[in-house]
């Protein structure tokens, strides 16, 4: 529903990267808080970012969103380097990141959240309140699977749970044409339930043929959806993994290593080109 | 197959209904809950209303006392609409009531040197602007909280008004030819134009809170800045025209209150900051942002402006006003708390 193929990808090698980060370097203060980072991310892949806290991760996502510029490196976008990049370039190049205390406006109505910034107007320059109340709706329905008559385009935000939030704020990004979603820490402070919906969302993000990069410190979480595992330690890359080859136990034991001595005796799992689901299905 | 087709049914009934909102001939409760609020203001409304045609029913089933309060609550309420929006964008000012002073020291010099009613009131109108902007730029810019940065402008427009005529009052009497005059503070039909003035500002509030980019964006704002910012809308520029409408809006609002006693007093404006402030927060707008009801500050304006008539007219002292006043604006705040508590 929210179009397999936009007009981005047309003439594009579907092997090109979405998004590539080449040897990024930043520094704030003489700290170097990342160093000589490369990271590919797939037309149609889910890449699972982790780390410790203070590993870089919020500032690799940072400069992907147009917040931060690196000091030196590139950054690229369907393989043209993005020099300059602003927060609204970012925006118009397909990327969105999803907080999950800031997503929403709590006091405000679904159809509203759904359209800040955004709003569909009329001719004369006014809100066209009802065919925003009548795509929420559908929305609804369809991709967010309220389907309890107690939720409604006008129901305000501040009642729904953690996991449902998130799952609004994905859907505002996919509806409006993201297809590089950025999620920080999702499943902080979720219940079991509330994570396992979550996920749901994240894998709607894949359906859509769309990709996303999952911020987490937490492996069990990014390790039931994502398609790779890229782990930082101090500002480096210190591991590229893939899930289907490893069980979580051993991806742990990794990690543990990597936090203490900073890099993983065991090799990286070699980098495939990701093969989207779209094109298997086509 | 019959389930599926009812379904289908249902779904297109939902969405022909969601269309239109929330709606009190199909769900009488939900309207009732989302619009609790507005709901409690029309009735403290009524009951205040009611409770002076018992009380002074001599005054209140004549006419003249309405005329009376047609001509002097939009001295206060246009300003109000405004306000209404800058707290909902989680903002205040505070500094409206010299703004009717500054301006209209233009509009006075203006006007002692050309003669001229429509470049004076032209005049008048910029300087509210002008001032507005001095604000906004303090608290945008500079980033000053609105509640100090107002505080300080406050004193310093009404300062910089006396400075600049030399605390002279101007009779205004030769301004009373103009067709202007008649259109700010003449009368159609009997009823006073100001009244006309307020219904306009308020039904363009209306709009522009709730059926406009803008006002999508103040509530946004006044909710959660952040997501607003992270969601693109551009916060510096909208917050700037917020203080602008206020600047103007207390421009426009000196002019009327200065044409209606056809004179200039550099005091103009003052004792206005209380009676606006309460309307916006009697209404009901959410002293904490992202919430405003420009119904609610509507009749809000004419409970707060009706106080003074009505306690008069009852026969107490009006050493009462302001006892009475403080009640009904702390009863109505702590009402509005309870219910959206309850509904919110």
């Given at each position: 529903?929210?179009?397999?193929?936009?007009?981005?990808?047309?003439?594009?090698?579907?092997?090109?990267p979405r998004l590539e980060l080449r040897g990024v370097n930043k520094q704030f203060a003489g700290v170097?808080?990342?160093s000589d980072i490369n990271f590919?991310?797939?037309?149609?892949?889910?890449?699972?970012?982790?780390?410790?806290?203070?590993?870089?991760?919020?500032?690799?996502?940072?400069?992907?969103?147009?917040?931060?510029?690196?000091?030196?490196?590139?950054?690229?976008?369907?393989?043209?380097?993005?020099?300059?990049?602003?927060?609204?370039?970012?925006?118009?190049?397909?990327v969105a990141a999803v907080y999950q205390e800031r997503a929403l406006a709590d006091l405000q109505t679904l159809w509203r959240n759904i359209f800040i910034g955004q709003e569909i107007q009329t001719r004369f320059g006014f809100l066209d309140v009802r065919k925003m109340r009548r795509e929420t709706h559908k929305l609804m329905l369809e991709s967010m699977g309220f389907t309890s008559t107690a939720v409604t385009p006008e129901s305000v935000v501040k009642n729904f749970s953690g996991g449902e939030k998130q799952g609004i704020a994905i859907t505002r990004a996919l509806?409006?044409?993201?297809?590089?979603?950025?999620?920080?820490?999702?499943?902080?402070?979720?219940?079991?339930?509330?994570?396992?919906?979550?996920?749901?969302?994240?894998?709607?993000i894949k359906k859509a043929g769309k990709a996303s990069i999952l911020i987490d410190h937490n492996i069990f979480h990014v390790y039931e959806v994502a398609d790779r595992i890229v782990?930082?330690?101090?500002?480096k890359i210190a591991g590229r993994f893939r899930p289907k080859h490893r069980n979580v136990i051993e991806l742990t034991e990794i990690m543990r290593e990597i936090a203490e001595t900073g890099h993983s005796s065991v090799p990286d799992d070699p980098y495939e080109e990701p093969v989207s689901d779209t094109e298997e299905t086509a | 197959m019959n389930g599926s087709m009812t379904d289908t049914d249902q779904t297109a009934l939902d969405e022909a209904t969601w269309g239109r909102g929330v709606s009190l001939l199909h769900d009488p409760k939900r309207f009732a809950s989302t619009y609790a609020g507005q709901l409690g203001i029309t009735g403290a409304f009524l009951l205040l209303w009611i409770a002076f045609l018992v009380t002074a029913p001599d005054t209140f089933t004549h006419i003249e006392i309405y005329a009376a309060f047609a001509a002097t609550i939009p001295l206060f309420g246009i300003v109000a609409m405004p306000l209404t929006m800058v707290v909902t964008a989680g903002e205040i000012d505070l500094s409206f009531p010299s703004t009717y002073a500054l301006g209209m020291v233009g509009f006075v010099l203006t006007w002692e040197h050309t003669g001229n009613v429509p470049l004076a009131i032209a005049v008048c109108l910029l300087i509210g602007a002008v001032a507005g902007l001095i604000n906004a730029f303090v608290i945008v810019q500079i980033g000053v909280p609105a509640l100090v940065a107002t505080i300080g402008?406050?004193?310093?427009?009404?300062?910089?008004?006396?400075?600049?005529?030399?605390?002279?009052n101007i009779t205004l009497i030769e301004t009373r030819p103009s067709i202007l005059f008649r259109l700010f503070v003449g009368e159609l039909y009997g009823i006073p134009m100001q009244f006309f003035w307020l219904l306009l500002a308020a039904v363009a509030t209306w709009f522009l809170l709730?059926?406009?980019?803008?006002?999508?964006?103040?509530?946004?704002?006044?909710?959660?800045?952040?997501?607003?910012?992270?969601?693109?809308?551009?916060?510096?520029?909208?917050?700037?025209?917020?203080?602008?409408?206020?600047?103007?809006?207390?421009?426009?609002?000196?002019?009327?209150?200065?044409?209606?006693?056809?004179?200039?007093?550099?005091?103009?404006?003052?004792?206005?900051?209380?009676?606006?402030?309460?309307?916006?927060?009697?209404?009901g707008t959410s002293v904490f942002g992202g919430k405003g009801t420009v119904w609610g500050t509507l009749l809000g304006a004419f409970m707060i402006g009706t106080i003074n008539a009505g306690i008069v007219a009852a026969g107490l002292t009006g050493f009462y006003t302001q006892l009475i006043y403080g009640a009904v604006i702390v009863v109505s705040v702590s009402i509005h708390a309870m219910v959206q508590r309850r509904f919110g």
């Open positions: 529903m929210f179009g397999q193929m936009s007009d981005k990808d047309a003439g594009i090698d579907p092997a090109t170097q808080a990342l590919r991310l797939g037309r149609n892949e889910i890449v699972g970012l982790i780390g410790d806290n203070g590993a870089g991760k919020s500032t690799m996502i940072k400069h992907i969103c147009g917040y931060h510029s690196p000091d030196s490196g590139e950054i690229l976008f369907d393989g043209v380097p993005v020099h300059n990049l602003t927060v609204e370039r970012a925006r118009q190049l397909g509806y409006f044409d993201a297809d590089i979603v950025i999620l920080d820490e999702p499943a902080v402070g979720l219940s079991i339930k509330e994570t396992d919906k979550l996920l749901q969302f994240i894998q709607s782990v930082l330690d101090r500002g | 402008t406050l004193f310093f427009f009404r300062g910089l008004s006396l400075v600049v005529i030399g605390g002279r709730n059926r406009h980019k803008y006002g999508a964006a103040l509530y946004v704002i006044g909710d959660n800045i952040q997501t607003a910012e992270l969601q693109g809308i551009k916060t510096k520029q909208v917050r700037l025209i917020l203080f602008i409408l206020v600047g103007v809006a207390a421009a426009f609002s000196g002019i009327l209150s200065s044409l209606f006693i056809v004179s200039f007093f550099p005091s103009v404006g003052d004792g206005q900051l209380l009676p606006a402030l309460a309307a916006v927060f009697v209404g």
